[in-house]
């Protein structure tokens, strides 16, 4: 599966599909609304097909509902069905229900089978109105779903999700295996001595993002001035996260010239953000290794994963001796055993491509290409 993204023209006929957003947001909140009654009555789970027959009867009453399209009426409750089993399945570990939304924060509607059609070229046609979009690619391959999302400055995008069939198969060219180490201080370092510093890109604008967050918080609630400055604060952090996207981007292309197979760590990055908070949150590894797996496979290149609890870190590089603990501030450290010297992050970076390069199987490619906007 591969998702696409392109931006819509600004027109008059935005409009209505801002309109189907709400109408869509209303139906949300009202199924919402329903699950909870209904629980509260019978101490039972709503399924979503007698959902979906109740909420098909008061569109037929509600002339502001048929807005939206049965389709995307399925796909909200779908979408609140998978948000129930994932509370219901995961609730000791802080999953909370899913809740009402505020009209004018709600995103998107998505369309399946019907409601849309691609008239070729960039225009699209969604319910009875054609709207033309930036084609920044072609669309190749089977449309399965087709989404309208807003995003905090009344910008409209369009996302296509397609089906792409071809088979990729793992291509050595250079030959190269390279394991690499996510931290703090260095963003990345690899097996083979070189590290790679993160820009920082949300602590570069903290001045800026502090200063456009204090004026809008001075303009009174619901006035002019103070929607111009939300405007001003959205598009502050739009930046930044272009910005990191686009090297996130370039990193990855310059990784997978270098190297037919990449191996990292698996972390749990939530456990992460709560022990470091926000310098997690500008890091983004988790958003870089979801970039570096779709262009490695489009390059048919390897991403491998080793399991977190591997003792990277503890373990030396040369002869294999494993430490009993090892201090987070403990960069350097001599091995008891062959007296050699080794760096924190450059020896567990080579003991995860030992272990990557001992579980690899070349020519396998065991995961489809993740769906990633693009």
């Known amino acids: 599966m591969k998702t696409l993204k392109f931006k819509l023209y600004e027109d008059k ?3 209505y599909l801002k309109r189907t957003i709400n109408a869509s947001a209303v139906i949300y909140n009202h199924c919402i609304a329903l699950h909870r009654r209904y629980y509260k009555m019978w101490g039972k789970h709503l399924s979503s097909t007698k959902l979906q027959s109740h909420i098909a009867k008061l569109r037929k009453k509600t002339r502001f509902w048929q ?13 609140i069905e998978k948000a129930y ?4 399945k995961d609730n000791k570990k802080g999953v909370r229900p899913p809740g009402f939304k505020k009209v004018r924060k709600y995103k998107s509607f998505t369309l399946k089978q019907a409601g849309y059609k691609f008239l070729g070229g960039n225009r699209v046609k969604i319910g009875n109105r054609v709207y033309q979009f930036w084609k920044s690619r072609e669309i190749e391959g089977t449309v399965k779903t087709l989404t309208i999302k807003r995003t905090p400055l009344g910008e409209l995008f369009l996302i296509v999700v397609v089906d792409n069939c071809t088979e990729l198969e793992f291509e050595a060219e250079t030959g190269k295996i390279a394991g690499f180490d996510f931290g703090l201080k260095t963003f990345l370092t690899c097996s083979d001595g070189s590290t790679v510093e993160s820009p920082e890109f949300f602590k570069q604008s903290l001045n800026t993002i502090r200063k456009a967050s204090k004026q809008h918080s001075k303009k009174l609630k619901g006035s ?10 959205v598009r502050r952090y739009e930046d930044i996260s272009n910005r990191r996207r686009d090297w996130f981007w370039k990193l990855a292309h310059e990784f997978t010239d270098k190297f037919d197979v990449l191996c990292f760590e698996t972390l749990n990055l939530k456990g992460m953000q709560r022990l470091w908070g926000r310098k997690i949150s500008d890091l983004a590894f988790g958003e870089f290794l979801q970039i570096l797996e779709w262009v490695a496979k489009k390059k048919h290149k390897q991403v491998v994963f080793v399991d977190r609890w591997c003792p990277s870190t503890k373990t030396c590089s040369s002869c294999g001796h494993i430490l009993e603990s090892i201090d987070l501030s403990i960069r350097v450290w001599r091995c008891p055993s062959c007296q050699s010297v080794n760096g924190r992050d450059e020896n567990a970076a080579r003991n995860i491509q030992m272990v990557g390069a001992s579980t690899i199987r070349l020519g396998d490619v065991s995961r489809a290409l993740p769906a990633i906007v693009v």
Do not use: H, K, M, P
Request: aromatic share 6%.
């Open 224 to 233: 002019s001035n103070r929607e111009r400055a939300r405007r001003n604060l």
């Open 85 to 88: 089993q994932l509370f219901f």
């Open 67 to 79: 807005l939206v399209g049965s389709q995307s009426v399925q796909d909200i409750c779908q979408r």
């Open 13 to 15: 006929r935005n409009r």
